[in-house]
């Protein structure tokens, strides 16, 4: 994917990660996506029961704003923004 967008020519390429287990070391995996791919990473986004458990019932990071998880969305959307 982010090869496709490097040769398709996109002005801003940001990374974000999904699914995040608890107890890996954020700072070294975000050191580990730059190297790899060249790019920022936006947002590491913890593995979360409690957004599965939402079933699209409500927009998540709206309905529950102190979660780790929205916490990283609204930094995808500062990023965005910025």
């Keep these: ?10 002005p801003a390429l940001y990374l974000v990660v999904n699914k995040v ?10 050191s580990q996506m730059t190297a790899a791919y060249a790019a920022e990473t936006a947002a590491i986004l ?16 709206l309905t529950t704003p102190d979660h780790a998880w929205s ?8 990023r965005l923004t910025a």
Aim: charged share 25%; proline share 5%; aromatic share 2%.
């Design 46 to 61: 913890p593995l979360s029961e409690e957004v599965v458990q939402n079933a699209s019932a409500g927009l998540f990071s």
């Design 21 to 30: 287990p608890s107890g890996i070391d954020l700072d070294d995996l975000r």
């Design 1 to 10: 994917t982010v090869d496709v967008a490097r040769k398709l020519g996109v």
């Design 71 to 78: 916490e990283q969305i609204r930094l995808i959307a500062a």
